[in-house]
Antibody, heavy 129, light 107 residues
Framework: EVQLVESGGGLVQPGGSLRLSCAASGFNFSSFWMNWVRQAPGGGLEWVANIKKDGSEKYYVDSVKGRFTISRDNAKNSLYLQMNSLRAEDTALYYC??????????????????????WGQGTTVTVSS | DIQMTQSPSSLSAFVGDRVTITCRASQSINTYLNWYQQKPGKAPKLLIYAASSLQSGVPSRFSGSGSGTDFTLTISSLQPEDFATYYCQQSYNTPYTFGQGTKLEIK
């Protein structure tokens, strides 16, 4: 069974730092892209960042570029999010999500598609003075 | 960035009803469109990928359609467990973006 367990959230003052962790089990962690997605209180889902299987490519939403760093340790089956210069608007429930690879047939051709097919339960980050 | 716009934002329906939620992308995303269901206090769950392919284990009353910029999620006969919030998400390019969500409530 695929399991993703986030940790590291908490209350931090504006300008502070936190490091989130996500422990993965039940699948070959090193074979999949991984994502962080957040959800502000009462709000919708916002994709934050993702990282390639070997860590060689990383992508971020503009609002966190230069402040957040995604990383992974495949030997430990773990995903991380280092969050610096935190702002009140970073307050959210942060989810770790596995990016599944699915194949679908479209007009007689087969293509690879990507979707977040497993999620943790999230860890809460609150930025407040 | 690609903007995803869902409508309606909320919807009330009876058990047994057929409901449709729409999602529009600000540019063509081919069929790189996913749908998720989220229940209160729970993580999202992938329902549909590639605009119309049902994720394993998802009931067949859920279906998706569309390509390019316009997509729909249809639930053919609402069950009590389907009352939740639904999000579309484009996986065409990063930054991945979600629609604002459609909250489906019991009438």
């Amino acid at each position: 069974e695929v399991q993703l367990v986030e940790s590291g959230g908490g209350l931090v003052q504006p300008g502070g730092s936190l490091r989130l962790s996500c422990a993965a089990s039940g699948f070959n962690f090193s074979s999949f892209w991984m994502n962080w997605v957040r959800q502000a209180p009462g709000g919708g889902l916002e994709w934050v960042a993702n990282i390639k299987k070997d860590g060689s490519e990383k992508y971020y939403v503009d609002s966190v570029k230069g402040r957040f760093t995604i990383s992974r340790d495949n030997a430990k089956n773990s995903l991380y999010l280092q969050m610096n210069s935190l702002r009140a608007e970073d307050t959210a429930l942060y989810y770790c999500a596995k990016e599944g690879i699915m194949v679908a047939r479209v007009n007689r051709h087969y293509y690879h598609y990507y979707g977040m097919d497993a999620w943790g339960q999230g860890t809460t980050v609150t930025v407040s003075s | 960035d690609i903007q995803m716009t869902q409508s309606p934002s909320s919807l009330s329906a009876f058990v047994g009803d057929r409901v449709t939620i729409t999602c529009r992308a600000s540019q063509s995303i081919n069929t790189y469109l996913n749908w998720y269901q989220q229940k209160p206090g729970k993580a999202p769950k992938l329902l549909i990928y590639a605009a119309s392919s049902l994720q394993s284990g998802v009931p067949s009353r859920f279906s998706g359609s569309g390509s390019g910029t316009d997509f729909t999620l249809t639930i053919s006969s609402l069950q009590p467990e389907d009352f939740a919030t639904y999000y579309c998400q484009q996986s065409y390019n990063t930054p991945y973006t979600f629609g604002q969500g459609t909250k489906l409530e019991i009438k």
